[in-house]
Every structure is written in structure tokens, then in C-alpha cells.
């Protein structure tokens, strides 16, 4: 009985809201926008309700990526869920090196480069997984974003201001493989974030002020 109602309410969540540029906009993907551009606002003002917001979208847009076999995009929306928990209590309760507090910091040049290697290290590994593993039809396009969003999480997460710049990154290659697989609203909302990014990483230049390099 209750997978028959999931089903149901599966359906009823890809349900076509309306048509943009001849492809169906589901009613999933509609409200995962919304919380979706809410939660970088939050961010932006680094304010803690983004992570439940983050949550909520996540799971989300792990139901409409894996419905169109974008799964290592689907699979990345279910570790940001588990980072949405984790980045929600370092809000709360994180501490740095020193015990203090988080607040809004920069890597050190050292932390940067590690963090840049680990991300073009992963980038092929999964591409490769993606290629021979899955029937993902851009399985190196659809990686890129996969790893190098699990960098901009981790990055905010501890209040790095660095986490702007790869989701500047990120979003620009997500607008051009969401435009492939006609999920033109999510399209919209990518391209929505690149200049929202700049912004956000701008706030946090502000709110940082005179902070050394953690």
C-alpha cells in the first residue's frame, strides 16, 4: 500500500506545472527552485536557516536528477543532504583551530591548493565510475560539478569565503548540462546563481573585514 501511495505522489510531484521553451516544468522542480534560491540569499547573509532550506531542496532535486539519469547529479543531491546536516551544526556549534567560534574566514594559499588538487584529482575518477558504472549520457560534464560541489559544501560548511568562486564554477557548468537534459526552470535558477555567487562572495569579503587566513 504505501509504495503504491508514494508512487502516486511521485506522479502527482512531476506533474507538469507549465511549459518552458517546449519542455514540461514539474511540479518538483518548481518548488526546488524556490527553496533553492532562498537558501543562497540565506547564505549570502550568513544566516543559519539556510541548511534545513538546503536539506529540503536537496532531497528534492535528488528525486528529479535521478528520474532523468543524471546520477551523479541525483547522488551528489543526497551527500549535500548529509552535508546540509553537518554544515547546519558547525553553523551552530563549529569551532576553529583555536576553539573560537566560526565566522567568515579565508584558506590559507596552501589550503587552496589542496583543495583545487583533490578536486581535479576526483573529477576524472568519477567521470570514469559514471562512464562504465551508469547509463549517464555526460558522465565527465556531470561530474565535474558533482566533485567540485562537494569542495563548495565542505568550504561553507567552515565559513571559507572560497566557497564562492567554485560554485561560480559550478554553476556555470551546471547551466550548460541542465540545458542538455531540458530542465529549463533549473536552468534559469543556475544561471540566477552565478551572479548571485559573485554577490554572496562580495558579502562575505565585507563581513570579513581584517580576519587573517585560517
Known sequence: MLPDVLKALLDLALTPAFTALGSPISWLELVAFVLALWMVV????????AWPLALTSSLLYFVLFW???LY??????????????WGWWQWLRGRTADGHT???RTLSWRGRWLALGLTLAAWPLLGL???????SPLPYWDALPTVASMTGQWLLGRKYQ???????????????LFAFKGYWLTVVLY?????MSVAGWRAWQRQRGTAVPA
Not at 540565506?42 to 536557516?49: P, T, Y
Not at 544561471?191 to 551572479?195: E, K, L, N, T
Request: net charge neutral; aromatic share 10%.
Open 42 to 49: 540565506c547564505n549570502m547573509r550568513v544566516q543559519v536557516l
Open 67 to 69: 528520474s532523468g539519469k
Open 72 to 85: 551523479g547529479e541525483a547522488s551528489l543531491q543526497l551527500l549535500f543532504a548529509g552535508l546540509a546536516l
Open 102 to 104: 566560526l565566522h567568515v
Open 129 to 135: 565510475f559514471l562512464q562504465h558504472r551508469t547509463d
Open 162 to 176: 572560497e566557497n564562492w568562486p567554485v560554485w561560480v564554477l559550478v554553476n556555470l557548468v551546471s547551466v550548460a
Open 191 to 195: 544561471a540566477v546563481f552565478v551572479p
